[in-house]
């Protein structure tokens, strides 16, 4: 900083300032004229209120750099007009002794904070400090930042070179001094505070692999918990990984806790990747190709298993076409006993006589309706038919014969529709037995398509109690789901039927479990 000092006002000289104002030219224009105090200085126009800042300040930083820093001489220019710009009347009341100007002389620079005029005056470092908004003049290069810089656009540097002046040492000579840069201490490395499992991480825990590893832990099970989807895999590998650090940790700690959760975080993870094997369609030793099927989980296809076995206790009527309507009624009033339903969700069925068929349980009670047979027959999907089974409704302790919710039930009604109404068993014009084979066929396979349990095939006594029809009849069905493209190596014996489900079919199965998760 350039300064000098500020004494008595004997023999001393006014403190300079200069003022560049920047005002419009006139209403109705854009253009703005820039004018100085100095009378040397001439006016300017330009066309712009932009234009005009940057032309004001760059006109104060010349004469900041011809006017080479305060003289020793001068006294403080703000002084000279009482110290108006900081000093207001009630403060001169209240106090009990004037304003009292000392310090160095410096340069400082005010600012409008519309950006319509721009200050440099020599003043006392006082005064200079108690201005609002005051720039005191500081050392460095002369020539400044650029006056186009967006950071200073509006503020003109305050640069200067050389060094103090003060009233008690002779004015050193002219030229830059080198000053040495501040000596900055390095930043202190800290580790990062890191927390998993609800455990903070000790901050000395030693190995420091072990910690990174923890932290590392901490952060990604946080950021799985954002995700907007879940992926099992993912989730899978953390545990595994966490089960691994947990068990380090606990030996290096001997914390028993810490063991526990090791032994928690393995489970998790068994877990996880034995749901997500099941969810892709893979074995158990995940060997298997992955497959998007319509129902995900395990419990949806106990589910779907129990419909069918209900469906075949407690079917009204006899014959595979009363079963197959029972079954879809079944899925689509499962929950509180009602549904709505149009007429093609019955004629899509290749029924032989729906309308005799929805009659006869009408008639038997097992099936409400609002009007006739024909009515529901004729319904389209912008005016549905409200049905009803008084059998499916809940009880007084508000439960019903199903375990499942109302998110689930749709999801059954529509895995069952896709199956039974299959591009190739409608192309074929597969009859209600073989629509009722595909579905138990779909329900008794494994993971990748095998008929049974463990692929062993399936009972003929259990598939009678499905499907009724006898020995001869179930070859044929069994013929007609092979030559639609859903059975291959079909086999058909005394006692069981075994093959294979085509892989066309692998999204719509719900596979039995696996012989060593039974129990």
């Known amino acids: ?76 220019a703000c002084r000279a007009e009482s110290c108006h710009a900081h000093v207001s009347p009630d403060d001169r009341q209240a106090r009990a002794q004037p304003w009292r100007c000392g310090g160095a002389v410096v340069v400082a620079v005010l600012t409008d904070r519309e950006g319509r005029w721009w200050q440099a005056m020599e003043c006392c470092a006082r005064c200079a400090a108690a201005t609002p908004g005051a720039k005191v003049v500081t050392g460095g290069d002369r020539s400044g930042p650029a006056a186009g810089a967006s950071a200073t656009a509006d503020r003109p540097s305050t640069a200067f070179a050389g060094a103090p002046q003060f009233s008690d040492l002779p004015p050193p000579a002219a030229g830059p001094r080198e000053v040495p840069a501040p000596r900055s201490a390095p930043p202190r490395r800290r580790r990062p505070h890191g927390k998993i499992a609800q455990r903070v991480i000790p901050q000395d825990l030693r190995p420091v ?83 998007a099927r319509l129902l995900t989980a395990r419990t949806q296809w106990e589910h779907a298993r129990s419909v ?59 099936l409400v309706l609002p009007g006739t047979a024909g009515d529901l027959l004729a319904s389209r999907p912008e005016n549905p038919t409200a049905v009803g089974v008084p059998s499916l409704a809940p009880g ?51 993971a990748s398509g095998r008929l049974g349990p463990g692929g062993q095939g399936i009972a003929l006594s259990s598939l009678a109690a499905w499907i009724p029809a006898d020995h001869g009849d179930l070859q044929h069905l069994v013929n007609q789901l092979t030559a639609a493209d859903w059975l291959t190596e079909a086999a058909l014996t005394g006692t069981h039927l075994t093959g294979q489900l ?18």
């Open 1 to 76: 900083m350039t300064e000098g000092t500020a004494g008595e006002l004997d023999e001393r000289v006014l403190g300079r300032r200069w003022t560049v104002r920047l005002d419009a030219v006139g209403r109705g224009s854009t253009a703005v004229r820039v004018s100085c105090s100095r009378p040397s200085c001439a006016e300017q126009r330009l066309a712009s209120a932009a234009a005009g800042r940057a032309a004001a300040v760059a006109h104060l930083k010349a004469h900041l750099r011809a006017a080479g820093g305060p003289r020793a001489g001068a006294y403080c």
């Open 308 to 366: 069918l076995a209900y469906v075949a206790d407690h079917s009204p009527l006899p014959g595979p076409d009363a079963r197959l309507l029972v079954l879809m009624l079944t899925l689509r009033t499962a929950h509180c006993g009602t549904g709505n339903l149009v007429g093609q969700d019955l004629t899509a069925l290749n029924l032989t006589d729906p309308e005799d068929l929805v009659g006869r349980l009408n008639g038997c009670g097992w």
């Open 209 to 291: 692999a072990l910690r990174d590893e923890l932290v590392e832990l901490g952060d990604l099970f946080r950021a799985y918990q954002q995700r907007s989807e879940p992926d099992l895999a993912v989730l899978a590998d953390l545990h595994e990984r966490k089960a691994r650090a947990f068990t380090t940790w606990a030996d290096v700690t001997n914390d028993p806790n810490l063991r526990l959760e090791a032994q928690r975080a393995e489970q998790a993870a068994a877990t996880v990747r034995s749901q997500h094997l099941h969810r892709t369609g893979c074995g158990a030793n995940g060997d298997g190709p992955a497959v």
């Open 502 to 519: 085509t892989e066309r079919v692998l999204p719509l199965t719900c596979p039995l479990p696996e012989p060593d998760q039974t129990g």
């Open 396 to 446: 007084e302790d508000g439960r019903g014969p199903f375990a499942f919710g109302k998110k689930t039930r749709p999801r059954l009604s529509g895995w069952a529709q896709k199956v039974v109404s299959d591009k190739k068993l409608r192309k074929a014009k597969a009859t209600s037995g073989t629509r009722l084979l595909a579905l138990a066929l779909a329900t008794r396979c494994s």
